[in-house]
């Protein structure tokens, strides 16, 4: 059964605190995306990495960045965690070129900053 | 930024009656894919049209991607209570370097029984 996995359902941060949100699959995936979902906003694009090291920056990457040292791995980070980056944040990955699976999501991180 | 506009955003139906959500974008995809997702848990695929005017069917759904592959289609048919959920279409616009996907806001679709 092929998976995507985030390391946390639920965080709450403290306003300026540095986190880490992790993401691994076991799908041997090119493509690994990093996306928030807001009310009426759907979801929007932070980053996204077609390789290892390798990184494209998304709609809206202000104040996120992201680490890709493993193909396996993709992690979001939050320099300095503000009010406004309360969201639920979805990992997906798929392959580089779509055979019509499309990207497998994980299960979402609903990150609060107080 | 391509840009994909979903309609309509909220839907509040009778079970027994049929439905269409439409994705609309003026930019050209590669492929067009439409996710369902519950409260909680991450969108899952559906569908993926590749082909301009390609019809899929998917039980009581049938998909439609537009001729110019600008724009797609999601019909149900005698809709169910379990057909309630979040519907989301995605463009994949292909890069010079990998892939991404750009969603719709989505259309939360509620059957009452």
């Known amino acids: 059964d092929v998976k995507v996995t985030q390391s946390s359902r639920y965080l709450v941060k403290r306003t300026g605190e540095k986190v880490f949100l992790e993401c691994v699959q076991d799908m041997d995936h090119e493509n690994m995306f990093w996306y928030r979902q807001d009310p009426g906003l759907g979801l929007r694009l932070i980053y996204f990495s077609y390789d290892v090291k390798m990184k494209e920056k998304g709609d809206i990457p202000e104040g996120y960045s992201v680490s890709r040292e493993k193909k396996e791995r993709f992690s979001l980070i939050l320099e300095s965690a503000s009010t406004n980056q309360t969201s639920m944040y979805l990992c997906?990955?798929?392959?580089?070129?779509?055979?019509?699976?499309?990207?497998?999501f994980g299960q979402g991180t609903r990150l609060t900053v107080v | 930024t391509q840009l994909l506009e979903q309609s309509p955003q909220f839907l509040s139906i009778q079970e027994g009656e049929n439905l269409t959500v439409y994705c609309n974008s003026s930019?050209?995809?590669?492929?067009l894919q439409w996710y369902r997702q519950e409260p909680g848990e991450g969108p899952v695929l559906l569908v993926t049209?590749?082909?301009?005017?390609e019809v899929k069917k998917l039980k009581r759904l049938t998909f439609q991607f537009g001729d110019a592959r600008k724009d797609s289609s999601l019909h149900i048919t005698a809709a169910q209570p379990g057909d309630t959920g979040l519907y989301l279409c995605a463009g994949e616009g292909v890069e010079t370097s990998g892939s991404r996907l750009t969603f719709g806001e989505g259309t939360q679709l509620t059957v009452n029984p």
């Open positions: 997906a990955s798929s392959l580089l070129v779509d055979t019509g699976s499309g990207a497998f």
């Open positions: 049209v590749v082909t301009g005017g």
């Open positions: 930019s050209v995809f590669s492929s």
